[in-house]
């Protein structure tokens, strides 16, 4: 028996080698009404220097929502439906600092501007998602925006704004962070892939990322990315409130996903993204201006 437990240690050992050589099928494999939550912390740092002077806005967001797997269809597609549970925000910039808390509105300030943030939550959308995490589609429940800028001047033509910019794009490029990293064959530890895709933020961003698939271990993948962004300087400049505003900004987002293998759902994503370039400016009574940018994005979300 005494030669039991190192044969044994042995033979985990050979078996764990071998695993990891295997190449292995990353995919997602939903179920019939699975259910569960994703928590996500967003931090985001935006500098912006113009006529001399430096400012900075510093945006902090959690929130958390919740994924309910309707239907497995048999094309290998499923509908998914993704419910804002709660939503924390806090905006701190040299006009105005902005709280929002769904959980605690006793803390929101100023009320009469941020409430309408309330709107958001248990706001639904459908999307169909194949299993290699591509959205086939969107259907977002009523407007996005709807309530959100009613209390704030102009906000009318806010909502209809923000309606065009984040839209089915936007929604779609937030998801890719989430779901739509998986290779389309078969990989081992160490092969690479690489996915093109867009991101709106306000501005529209145009992204390869390099996938690379570290490391396997107690049934999970553990995959590194590297993100090179940059904006389509063909974009359309962004307009609102009688202003128009362009951008001209790239960097990169290094990070890191810990994948569930018999699942295929993320456990665990964190990333860092560095952009900096030039944001123009025109209208408005202010002629043109250009202003130097650098925006520092920290995040993470977990499965829970």
Do not use: H
């Amino acid at each position: 028996m005494r030669y039991l437990f190192p044969i044994l240690i042995i033979t985990l050992a050979f078996s764990a080698c071998s695993s990891s050589k295997k190449a292995i099928e990353l995919t997602l494999q939903p179920t019939n009404n699975q259910s569960f939550t994703y928590a996500s912390t967003n931090t985001t740092e935006t500098s912006i220097s113009i006529m001399g002077m430096d400012q900075k806005v510093l945006v902090e967001q959690s929130t958390k929502q919740q994924y309910d797997v309707k239907k497995v269809n048999s094309d290998g597609t499923f509908d998914l439906t993704i419910t804002t549970k709660s939503m924390k925000m806090e905006q701190v910039n040299p006009m105005m600092n902005m709280r929002f808390d769904s959980d605690n509105p006793e803390n929101n300030e100023p009320k009469d501007m941020v409430d309408g943030l309330n709107n958001m939550i248990g706001k639904k959308f459908d999307v169909v998602v194949d299993k290699q995490g591509n959205v086939k589609s969107v259907n977002v429940e009523g407007n996005l925006f709807d309530g959100v800028f009613d209390n704030i001047p102009g906000g009318e033509q806010m909502a209809a704004q923000f309606e065009s910019q984040f839209g089915e794009n936007a929604i779609k490029g937030a998801l890719s962070q989430t779901i739509g990293f998986f290779p389309d064959k078969p990989v081992k530890v160490g092969d690479t892939w690489v996915k093109n895709t867009t991101a709106e933020m306000g501005m529209k961003l145009d992204l390869q990322t390099t996938y690379t698939l570290k490391e396997r271990k107690n049934g999970t993948a553990i995959i590194e990315f590297v993100s090179d962004a940059k904006t389509d300087p063909k974009e359309a400049p962004l307009e609102m409130m009688g202003m128009t505003m362009s951008y001209d900004i790239k960097g990169t987002t290094k990070g890191t996903i810990t994948v569930d293998e018999k699942t295929g759902w993320a456990i665990k994503n964190t990333g860092e993204q560095n952009m900096k370039g030039k944001m123009n400016m025109s209208g408005a009574g202010m002629g043109e201006m250009s202003a130097d940018m650098g925006i520092v994005t920290k995040y993470k979300y977990n499965k829970m």
